[in-house]
T-cell receptor, first 113, second 113 residues
Framework: NAGVTQTPKFRVLKTGQSMTLLCAQDMNHEYMYWYRQDPGMGLRLIHYSVGEGTTAKGEVPDGYNVSRLKKQNFLLGLESAAPSQTSVYFC????????????FGPGTRLTVT | SQKIEQNSEALNIQEGKTATLTCNYTNYSPAYLQWYRQDPGRGPVFLLLIRENEKEKRKERLKVTFDTTLKQSLFHITASQPADSATYLCAPGALNAGNMLTFGGGTRLMVKP
Protein backbone atom coordinates (compact mmCIF):
# COMPACT_ATOMS: atom_id res chain seq x y z
CA ASN A 1 0.00 0.00 0.00
CA ALA A 2 1.28 3.45 -0.90
CA GLY A 3 -0.84 5.08 1.82
CA VAL A 4 -1.39 8.77 1.10
CA THR A 5 0.42 10.30 -1.86
CA GLN A 6 0.59 13.93 -2.95
CA THR A 7 1.42 15.48 -6.31
CA PRO A 8 3.50 17.54 -6.92
CA LYS A 9 6.19 17.58 -4.22
CA PHE A 10 7.36 21.11 -5.03
CA ARG A 11 5.94 23.97 -7.02
CA VAL A 12 6.75 27.62 -7.63
CA LEU A 13 3.94 29.89 -8.81
CA LYS A 14 3.74 33.52 -9.74
CA THR A 15 1.10 35.68 -8.09
CA GLY A 16 -2.22 35.23 -9.85
CA GLN A 17 -1.47 31.82 -11.33
CA SER A 18 -3.64 28.83 -10.57
CA MET A 19 -2.83 25.25 -9.72
CA THR A 20 -4.30 22.04 -8.36
CA LEU A 21 -2.75 19.79 -5.75
CA LEU A 22 -3.70 16.15 -5.93
CA CYS A 23 -4.05 13.82 -2.96
CA ALA A 24 -4.68 10.10 -3.37
CA GLN A 25 -5.17 7.37 -0.75
CA ASP A 26 -5.42 3.63 -1.23
CA MET A 27 -6.77 2.71 2.23
CA ASN A 28 -10.46 3.08 1.34
CA HIS A 29 -10.77 5.88 3.88
CA GLU A 30 -13.98 7.91 4.08
CA TYR A 31 -12.53 11.13 5.47
CA MET A 32 -9.88 13.30 3.83
CA TYR A 33 -8.32 16.59 4.86
CA TRP A 34 -6.15 19.39 3.52
CA TYR A 35 -3.86 21.29 5.92
CA ARG A 36 -1.26 23.98 5.56
CA GLN A 37 1.78 24.25 7.82
CA ASP A 38 3.69 27.48 8.29
CA PRO A 39 6.84 28.06 10.40
CA GLY A 40 6.02 28.47 14.07
CA MET A 41 2.38 27.56 13.54
CA GLY A 42 0.56 24.33 13.85
CA LEU A 43 -1.16 22.53 11.04
CA ARG A 44 -4.26 24.47 10.06
CA LEU A 45 -7.22 22.80 8.43
CA ILE A 46 -8.21 24.25 5.06
CA HIS A 47 -11.03 21.97 3.88
CA TYR A 48 -12.14 18.45 4.59
CA SER A 49 -14.44 15.78 3.19
CA VAL A 50 -16.46 13.10 4.97
CA GLY A 51 -17.19 11.12 1.84
CA GLU A 52 -17.25 11.07 -1.93
CA GLY A 53 -19.02 14.10 -3.32
CA THR A 54 -18.92 16.05 -0.02
CA THR A 55 -16.68 18.89 1.10
CA ALA A 56 -16.68 21.32 4.02
CA LYS A 57 -14.70 24.36 5.14
CA GLY A 58 -12.06 24.18 7.81
CA GLU A 59 -10.31 26.92 9.74
CA VAL A 60 -8.63 28.75 6.83
CA PRO A 61 -10.64 28.07 3.63
CA ASP A 62 -10.37 31.47 1.90
CA GLY A 63 -8.56 31.38 -1.43
CA TYR A 64 -8.90 27.61 -1.81
CA ASN A 65 -11.41 25.24 -3.36
CA VAL A 66 -11.65 21.47 -3.14
CA SER A 67 -13.35 18.59 -4.86
CA ARG A 68 -13.87 14.92 -4.00
CA LEU A 69 -15.28 13.33 -7.12
CA LYS A 70 -13.78 9.94 -6.29
CA LYS A 71 -13.43 8.42 -2.84
CA GLN A 72 -9.70 7.93 -3.20
CA ASN A 73 -8.87 11.43 -4.45
CA PHE A 74 -9.10 14.88 -2.86
CA LEU A 75 -8.09 17.89 -4.94
CA LEU A 76 -7.06 21.30 -3.59
CA GLY A 77 -7.23 24.23 -5.98
CA LEU A 78 -5.77 27.70 -5.85
CA GLU A 79 -7.56 29.88 -8.38
CA SER A 80 -5.37 32.98 -8.03
CA ALA A 81 -2.28 32.33 -5.96
CA ALA A 82 -1.04 34.95 -3.49
CA PRO A 83 2.30 35.15 -1.63
CA SER A 84 0.38 34.50 1.61
CA GLN A 85 -0.33 31.02 0.28
CA THR A 86 3.35 30.11 0.35
CA SER A 87 3.36 27.13 2.66
CA VAL A 88 3.73 23.39 2.98
CA TYR A 89 0.47 21.60 2.24
CA PHE A 90 -0.40 18.25 3.75
CA CYS A 91 -3.19 15.91 2.86
CA UNK A 92 -4.47 13.35 5.36
CA UNK A 93 -7.08 10.64 5.48
CA UNK A 94 -8.85 8.66 8.18
CA UNK A 95 -11.28 5.76 8.24
CA UNK A 96 -14.11 7.90 9.59
CA UNK A 97 -14.58 6.02 12.83
CA UNK A 98 -14.22 8.30 15.82
CA UNK A 99 -11.74 9.32 17.01
CA UNK A 100 -9.78 8.25 14.01
CA UNK A 101 -6.06 8.61 13.62
CA UNK A 102 -5.08 10.54 10.55
CA UNK A 103 -2.61 9.29 7.97
CA PHE A 104 -0.61 12.05 6.31
CA GLY A 105 0.99 12.40 2.92
CA PRO A 106 4.56 13.63 2.42
CA GLY A 107 3.54 17.21 1.72
CA THR A 108 3.77 19.72 -1.13
CA ARG A 109 6.05 22.73 -0.74
CA LEU A 110 4.48 25.67 -2.57
CA THR A 111 6.18 29.01 -3.11
CA VAL A 112 4.26 31.94 -4.57
CA THR A 113 6.43 34.82 -5.80
CA SER B 1 -11.12 30.74 20.06
CA GLN B 2 -9.42 27.44 20.76
CA LYS B 3 -5.77 27.69 21.68
CA ILE B 4 -3.31 24.81 21.79
CA GLU B 5 0.08 25.59 23.34
CA GLN B 6 3.23 23.55 23.14
CA ASN B 7 6.66 24.70 24.17
CA SER B 8 8.08 26.30 21.04
CA GLU B 9 11.62 26.06 22.36
CA ALA B 10 13.51 22.88 21.54
CA LEU B 11 13.94 20.35 24.31
CA ASN B 12 17.48 19.00 24.54
CA ILE B 13 18.10 15.89 26.63
CA GLN B 14 20.75 13.24 27.05
CA GLU B 15 20.28 9.76 25.67
CA GLY B 16 18.73 7.42 28.21
CA LYS B 17 16.82 10.15 30.05
CA THR B 18 13.08 10.66 30.04
CA ALA B 19 11.74 13.40 27.80
CA THR B 20 8.55 15.15 28.90
CA LEU B 21 6.61 17.35 26.50
CA THR B 22 3.67 19.52 27.49
CA CYS B 23 0.47 20.40 25.67
CA ASN B 24 -1.92 22.95 27.18
CA TYR B 25 -5.26 23.97 25.72
CA THR B 26 -7.74 26.74 26.43
CA ASN B 27 -11.30 27.54 25.35
CA TYR B 28 -11.70 23.89 24.45
CA SER B 29 -13.14 20.70 25.92
CA PRO B 30 -11.73 17.94 23.71
CA ALA B 31 -13.15 14.45 23.81
CA TYR B 32 -9.72 13.01 23.06
CA LEU B 33 -6.18 14.02 22.31
CA GLN B 34 -3.74 12.60 19.78
CA TRP B 35 0.04 12.87 19.58
CA TYR B 36 1.98 12.81 16.33
CA ARG B 37 5.65 12.71 15.41
CA GLN B 38 6.98 14.77 12.51
CA ASP B 39 10.43 14.42 11.00
CA PRO B 40 11.92 17.21 8.84
CA GLY B 41 10.45 17.25 5.34
CA ARG B 42 7.85 14.60 6.15
CA GLY B 43 4.22 14.40 7.13
CA PRO B 44 3.15 13.76 10.73
CA VAL B 45 2.84 10.16 11.91
CA PHE B 46 0.28 9.11 14.53
CA LEU B 47 1.67 7.85 17.83
CA LEU B 48 -0.97 7.69 20.56
CA LEU B 49 -4.57 8.54 21.33
CA ILE B 50 -6.02 9.19 24.77
CA ARG B 51 -9.68 9.76 25.52
CA GLU B 52 -11.09 12.25 28.06
CA ASN B 53 -12.09 9.45 30.44
CA GLU B 54 -8.58 7.98 30.43
CA LYS B 55 -5.89 9.32 32.72
CA GLU B 56 -2.94 7.58 31.15
CA LYS B 57 -2.03 5.58 28.06
CA ARG B 58 1.15 3.64 27.33
CA LYS B 59 2.75 2.21 24.24
CA GLU B 60 6.22 0.73 24.53
CA ARG B 61 8.48 3.62 25.71
CA LEU B 62 5.74 6.22 25.27
CA LYS B 63 3.30 7.43 27.90
CA VAL B 64 0.60 10.06 27.61
CA THR B 65 -1.45 11.62 30.39
CA PHE B 66 -4.58 13.70 30.03
CA ASP B 67 -5.77 16.02 32.80
CA THR B 68 -9.06 17.64 31.83
CA THR B 69 -9.05 19.75 35.01
CA LEU B 70 -5.67 21.29 34.26
CA LYS B 71 -6.47 21.23 30.52
CA GLN B 72 -3.14 19.62 29.90
CA SER B 73 -1.56 16.55 28.34
CA LEU B 74 1.95 15.32 29.05
CA PHE B 75 3.88 13.15 26.62
CA HIS B 76 6.77 11.10 27.99
CA ILE B 77 9.47 9.15 26.17
CA THR B 78 11.44 6.94 28.54
CA ALA B 79 14.98 5.72 27.83
CA SER B 80 15.20 8.25 25.01
CA GLN B 81 17.37 7.55 21.97
CA PRO B 82 18.86 9.84 19.31
CA ALA B 83 16.35 8.28 16.89
CA ASP B 84 13.58 9.88 18.98
CA SER B 85 14.77 13.32 17.83
CA ALA B 86 11.86 14.89 15.97
CA THR B 87 9.04 17.40 16.41
CA TYR B 88 6.08 16.17 18.42
CA LEU B 89 2.61 17.58 17.80
CA CYS B 90 -0.38 17.37 20.08
CA ALA B 91 -3.84 17.48 18.57
CA PRO B 92 -6.96 17.65 20.72
CA GLY B 93 -10.13 16.63 18.96
CA ALA B 94 -13.88 16.73 19.35
CA LEU B 95 -16.46 14.19 18.31
CA ASN B 96 -17.76 16.41 15.55
CA ALA B 97 -18.55 15.97 11.91
CA GLY B 98 -15.25 15.20 10.25
CA ASN B 99 -13.47 14.30 13.51
CA MET B 100 -11.46 17.47 13.13
CA LEU B 101 -8.25 17.95 15.07
CA THR B 102 -6.70 21.21 16.23
CA PHE B 103 -2.92 20.96 16.14
CA GLY B 104 -0.42 22.64 18.41
CA GLY B 105 2.72 24.20 16.97
CA GLY B 106 4.86 21.27 18.09
CA THR B 107 7.91 20.85 20.29
CA ARG B 108 11.23 19.86 18.80
CA LEU B 109 13.04 17.18 20.79
CA MET B 110 16.79 16.69 20.41
CA VAL B 111 18.30 13.61 22.07
CA LYS B 112 22.05 13.76 22.31
CA PRO B 113 24.21 10.63 22.53
Amino acid sequence: NAGVTQTPKFRVLKTGQSMTLLCAQDMNHEYMYWYRQDPGMGLRLIHYSVGEGTTAKGEVPDGYNVSRLKKQNFLLGLESAAPSQTSVYFCASSSGGAPGEQYFGPGTRLTVT
Amino acid sequence: SQKIEQNSEALNIQEGKTATLTCNYTNYSPAYLQWYRQDPGRGPVFLLLIRENEKEKRKERLKVTFDTTLKQSLFHITASQPADSATYLCAPGALNAGNMLTFGGGTRLMVKP
